[in-house]
């Protein structure tokens, strides 16, 4: 039962006891002798009876604010609490972005330092391959050149030694 309904329920209550005491207020108001325990007194046992229902509903009004002030106050401390937890997460949250941010920024640079070492190297030892090729290509050339050098001497000599026989030197027969 939610807490409209109830007030809806106890105000109904007080209209009709209130209708009862009106309706029969002469039998209310009829005094007669109540014994206390240690005294009698003569009063209407109508009139103490819906005084003693009054002030116990009036208790029961009082505890029911008092439970519903408690609620709501609890209500307000939690949602402070709570509050200043999200805001404690969030900053949390965004340091450890910034952290985030700041650690993959450091590793990029690492990467990045690396990848221009890596470069350097590998064009070190390119330059370092062309000049042993050219090395070898000049060694190539000179070797090529000698054999041909000594090939044109040797055809030369053996020219110059051979008569010539119908115009075709003997080493080319």
Do not use: C, H
Request: charged fraction near 20%; glycine fraction near 6%.
């Amino acid at each position: 039962m939610n807490l409209r309904a109830f007030s809806l329920t106890l105000v109904l209550a007080f209209v009709v006891l209130a209708a009862f005491a009106t309706l029969n207020w002469v039998a209310i108001a009829v005094p007669s002798t109540l014994n206390l325990g240690f005294i009698d007194v003569s009063a209407p046992l109508g009139m103490v009876m819906l005084i003693f229902t009054a002030a116990i509903s009036g208790l029961f009004i009082i505890y029911i604010l008092l439970l519903q002030a408690g609620v709501i106050l609890e209500a307000r401390r939690l949602t402070k609490e709570v509050k200043a937890q999200r805001e404690l997460a969030d900053t949390a949250e965004a340091s450890r972005f910034t952290e985030l941010r700041t650690l993959l920024e450091s590793e990029m640079r690492k990467i990045e330092a690396q990848a221009a070492a890596s470069n350097r190297e590998f064009g070190a030892r390119i330059e370092q391959s062309e000049r042993g090729m050219q090395g070898r290509l000049t060694e190539s050339t000179t070797t090529l050149s000698a054999y041909l050098g000594e090939i044109e001497d040797k055809l030369d000599r053996a020219l110059a030694q051979a008569p010539a026989v119908g115009g075709v030197p003997p080493a080319l027969r």
